[in-house]
């Protein structure tokens, strides 16, 4: 993949807003690309039945009005700290891409933020989206990674720098593994420590670390092979424990590599990252 120019980030006040306009805008600012920012908000009458026992319309009304009044009041605030934050960080505000150059812009939407997400990314080279909370995978996150076609940087709601030196790759010889890995092509050529970890229940699967470790000397990228253990009930927590063991700062895996239903049924190593990992996550389906 070429280096990524459109970026694309929601934001919501969800909480850990300004750290997390710092990690995206440090992300390009490394790229020297264009941040998207997007801040969606759904008419209150979405959410609010129009027929509730003992309500009269005119409450009813009231109370969507108070709603829109609030969401616009976050919007302000958000929008004022995302220049705040542009300025601060040496990021030019430009609805136009800038050669060689990072630059940002903010568009206000309306309209549910994960299909939103999902169109939009379709025309965008990467998405950034925030860890959930609590561990929790929001709409928005599996809606990016499901259904926008693009590759999705997952970052931890406080991380405000982006600068990855070591970086692991989870290969398990899947599809989604070398979409991933190709999407990870220019980090993985600007980073100075590549590792492929592969699984012992995996690294029989073919095409095998060997042959991504040829692939990627093709690119000019050594890379090291190391094998991960069985050490708990969980693959994505041994591949978790290694990553962290080797001081990784970025971890590249397919997503959902498994049917959908069995990872819902059963976990897997995309869910149990997304809800622990402390270090970003690269993802492609």
């Given at each position: 993949?070429?280096?990524?120019?459109?970026?694309?980030?929601?934001?919501?006040?969800?909480?850990?807003?300004?750290?997390?306009?710092?990690?995206?805008?440090?992300?390009?600012?490394?790229?020297?690309?264009?941040?998207?920012?997007?801040?969606?908000?759904?008419?209150?009458?979405?959410?609010?039945?129009?027929?509730?026992?003992?309500?009269?319309?005119?409450?009813?009304?009231?109370l969507?009005?108070?709603?829109?009044?609030?969401?616009?009041?976050?919007?302000?605030?958000l929008?004022?700290?995302?220049?705040?934050?542009?300025?601060?960080?040496?990021?030019?505000?430009?609805?136009?891409?800038?050669?060689?150059?990072?630059?940002?812009c903010?568009?206000?939407?309306?309209?549910?933020?994960?299909?939103?997400?999902?169109?939009?990314?379709?025309?965008?080279?990467?998405?950034?989206?925030?860890?959930?909370?609590?561990?929790?995978?929001?709409?928005?996150?599996?809606?990016?990674?499901?259904?926008?076609?693009?590759?999705?940087?997952?970052?931890?709601?406080?991380?405000?720098?982006?600068?990855?030196?070591?970086?692991?790759?989870?290969?398990?010889?899947?599809?989604?593994?070398?979409?991933?890995?190709?999407?990870?092509?220019?980090?993985?050529?600007?980073?100075?420590?590549?590792?492929?970890?592969?699984?012992?229940?995996?690294?029989?699967?073919?095409?095998?670390?060997?042959?991504?470790?040829?692939?990627?000397?093709s690119?000019?990228?050594?890379?090291?092979t190391?094998?991960v253990e069985?050490?708990?009930?969980?693959?994505?927590?041994?591949?978790?424990?290694?990553?962290?063991?080797?001081?990784?700062?970025?971890?590249?895996?397919?997503?959902?590599?498994?049917?959908?239903?069995?990872?819902?049924?059963f976990?897997?190593?995309?869910?149990?990252?997304?809800?622990?990992s402390?270090?970003?996550?690269?993802?492609?389906?």
């Amino acid at each position: 993949m070429n280096t990524p120019k459109i970026l694309l980030m929601p934001l919501s006040s969800s909480g850990e807003a300004s750290e997390r306009l710092q990690g995206a805008l440090a992300v390009a600012k490394y790229f020297g690309a264009q941040l998207q920012v997007l801040h969606a908000s759904a008419h209150p009458s979405r959410f609010v039945p129009h027929e509730i026992a003992g309500l009269s319309r005119q409450f009813m009304q009231e109370l969507e009005r108070i709603a829109d009044t609030q969401s616009r009041q976050d919007a302000e605030q958000l929008r004022e700290l995302f220049k705040q934050l542009a300025d601060q960080g040496g990021v030019t505000i430009s609805e136009e891409c800038l050669p060689d150059s990072a630059c940002a812009c903010w568009h206000e939407v309306e309209g549910l933020r994960s299909e939103l997400v999902a169109r939009r990314g379709r025309v965008a080279d990467l998405l950034i989206i925030p860890q959930g909370r609590s561990g929790a995978i929001s709409a928005t996150l599996e809606a990016a990674i499901l259904q926008s076609g693009s590759p999705v940087l997952v970052m931890p709601r406080t991380q405000t720098g982006f600068d990855p030196q070591r970086i692991a790759i989870a290969w398990n010889g899947s599809p989604e593994a070398s979409r991933a890995v190709r999407s990870a092509l220019p980090l993985l050529r600007g980073c100075g420590d590549v590792r492929i970890l592969t699984h012992e229940t995996t690294s029989d699967r073919v095409p095998g670390s060997e042959a991504l470790q040829a692939y990627l000397q093709s690119h000019g990228i050594d890379a090291k092979t190391q094998r991960v253990e069985h050490r708990h009930r969980s693959d994505g927590a041994d591949l978790l424990e290694a990553a962290q063991g080797e001081d990784c700062d970025l971890i590249v895996m397919g997503a959902y590599s498994h049917h959908r239903l069995q990872q819902q049924a059963f976990g897997g190593v995309t869910r149990h990252l997304l809800q622990h990992s402390p270090i970003p996550l690269l993802l492609s389906h």
